[in-house]
């Protein structure tokens, strides 16, 4: 039986499933999120839907995503939790351990991805490194399991593909994205709808984040890499938010000659563990960061950020790590003498 077949049967067959995507979520994260859910609930499952982190605002015009939690409750029980567009089932986050890890072999996990790196965790595990993004894979489930398009599946499917695409302009662009995006349309997208509150507003807070972002670029000696960093001090001083950062590391990627483009962004998430780096005092304070990498596709930064515990895929990456920004700092910028 084919590992679609297996996981539809293993669906018909539960009673509450706990649906799940990582931290920091992005479109894709998010609109696999919603249509797998609500594909379940039009089986009449009882579903959860979860994300650990605060969804972006510029998906929070989505259909049900009022309905993803952070916290799940305490006397909840799972047979099934699905796991969308993680490379490693950590990204979910606590619930990894709170949940999942409670009782061995209870719920039974299903790992759905798209990302070349990931670990193959899991019961069942639907990975097809060739789909432009995990809605693509979701697309095909809903088809197979026979849940009617609805607009409010259609617009999820749709947004998950156009932001992990690029609206088109990444190299994991594939006939696919093409094909589903105009059936999206056919089943009551609108599409200005969703590029106007996916691209269409930014507030005062977020330009001049963006300014201070780029004020901070950095490019290696012979060109090929650029850094940009973000720190808590920037987020508390315009009045922004982790999500806000969406995209910044694009304007670093276009730099001309430009291989490599890096991210670091302080970690901001409440956690006393987390200590904050201040840029104006000593640059060797530890700190927790996220490391965001992308590339032109000469390199493949997914291979970069495995060997960091991270992962993703050949042009678009990450990972977290515990460091000074100094030799943070330092560290990346080696990278810059491999790149031809």
């Known amino acids: ?118 670990t ?7 990975i097809d490194t060739s789909a432009c993004a995990t809605t693509e894979i979701i697309y095909r489930l809903i088809g197979k399991m ?18 992990d695409t690029g609206s088109f302009r990444f190299s994991n662009t594939n006939k696919a994205a093409f094909e589903i995006c105009n059936e999206m349309l056919a089943r009551g997208v609108d599409p ?11 507030s005062m807070g977020r330009l001049k984040l963006l300014n ?30 982790n999500e806000d950062v969406d995209g910044f590391i694009n304007y670093a990627r276009r730099i001309e000659d430009v291989k490599i483009a890096v991210l670091i962004q302080e970690c901001r998430n409440g956690n006393k563990s987390c200590p904050p780096f201040r840029a104006k005092e000593i640059a060797d304070v530890p700190g ?8 032109d596709g000469a390199v493949d930064v997914a291979e970069i950020a495995a060997d960091f515990g991270g992962g993703g895929h050949r042009t ?5 790590i515990e460091s000074t920004i100094s030799e943070l700092k330092s560290g990346i910028f080696t990278l810059a003498d491999s790149i031809a």
Not at 39 to 58: D, G, M, Q, R, W
Not at 120 to 126: A, D, H, I, R, Y
């Open 1 to 118: 039986m084919q590992v679609m077949e297996k996981i539809i049967r293993h669906l018909r067959n539960s009673e509450h499933v706990l649906i799940a995507s990582h931290v920091n979520p992005d479109g894709d994260a998010i609109g696999s999120l919603i249509a797998m859910g609500l594909s379940l609930e039009a089986l009449n499952k009882k579903v959860t839907f979860y994300n650990e982190s605060k969804i972006p605002t510029v998906y929070r015009f989505l259909p049900s995503v009022e309905r993803i939690v952070q916290h799940t409750g305490e006397t909840d029980t799972y047979d099934t939790a699905v796991v969308l567009d993680c490379g490693d089932v950590k990204r979910i986050g606590n619930l990894e351990t709170e949940t999942l890890n409670a009782s061995p072999g209870y719920p039974t996990v299903i790992n759905i991805d798209h990302h070349t790196t990931n």
């Open 316 to 320: 678009a990456a990450g990972f977290n």
């Open 288 to 295: 927790k960061f996220h490391v965001s990498l992308r590339s």
């Open 212 to 241: 201070m972002a780029l004020d901070s670029l950095e490019i290696s000696y012979n060109g090929k890499l650029s850094m940009m960093t973000v720190t808590w001090d920037m987020l508390e001083e315009t009045g922004t938010q």
């Open 146 to 163: 026979g849940v009617p398009m609805t607009s409010d599946i259609a617009t999820s499917i749709y947004t998950g593909i156009l932001t």
């Open 192 to 202: 200005y709808n969703v590029a106007k509150h996916v691209y269409g507003r930014y």
């Open 120 to 126: 193959g965790f899991g019961n069942l595990q639907l």
